[in-house]
T-cell receptor, first 112, second 115 residues
């Protein structure tokens, strides 16, 4: 039962433009959401997170938006850089769970 | 100075063998995890330990046995390896675990191939 879904397996974007990655979830108990970035042959690296009490969180070029009513979150990367080319995983958890539920990931390719 | 480290990075073995994967974290975290990334690239939780105590035990065959000698180490032993065990296994840690909203930090992964 996949409770976190990333429906776009891949995304190609030009350097300098905005990358928008989407994530949908089905479990209304989720209250903490995270984005991880993963390069080949490496482990996932934490990027940014958001609590369900917020609808936006920014960290430099990365902004995460949360729409609880739609059970949807998105990650915006502005401006996109070649080093952003990686797989991005959306993850969610509940306060009591202690485990992360991951989406399938979106492969981002930033072209010059 | 790696925060979460795993050994070995690659493991190729025959069906039926027993193997272990080791994980160490130097972040001073209380909770450690094992995740499996299967061929479809989904990362799924297998186990979680908090201060050497088993907290999460997902539906995993009992051929998989985690062991935590201290809170900085969480090893994964796999008996009678099967072809379907081929995957990438990631260790992770977090400061406290359940009951908080916190980030989990991942190791580089161990790529297991069972022939």
């Amino acid at each position: 039962d996949q409770q976190v879904k990333q429906n776009s397996p891949s995304l190609s974007v030009q350097e300098g433009r905005i990358s928008i990655l989407n994530c949908d979830y089905t479990n209304s108990m989720f209250d903490y959401f995270l984005w991880y970035k993963k390069y080949p042959a490496e482990g996932p690296t934490f990027l940014i997170s958001i609590s369900s009490i917020k609808d936006k969180n920014e960290d430099g070029r990365f902004t995460v938006f949360l729409n609880k009513s739609a059970k949807h979150l998105s990650l915006h990367i502005v401006p996109s850089q070649p080093g952003d080319s990686a797989v991005y995983f959306c993850a969610a958890t509940t306060f009591s769970w202690g485990k992360l539920q991951f989406g399938a990931g979106t492969q981002v390719v930033v072209t010059p | 100075d790696t925060a979460v480290s795993q050994t070995p990075k690659y493991l190729v073995t025959q069906m039926g063998n027993d193997k272990s994967i080791k994980c160490e974290q130097n972040l001073g975290h209380d909770t450690m995890y094992w995740y499996k990334q299967d061929s479809k690239k989904f990362l799924k939780i297998m186990f979680s330990y908090n201060n050497k105590e088993l907290i999460i035990n997902e539906t995993v065959p009992n051929r998989f046995s985690p062991k935590s000698p201290d809170k900085a180490h969480l090893n994964l032993h796999i008996n009678s390896l099967e072809l379907g065990d081929s995957a990438v296994y990631f260790c992770a840690s977090s400061p406290r675990g359940a009951g908080t909203q916190e980030t989990q930090y991942f190791g580089p992964g161990t790529r297991l191939l069972v022939l």
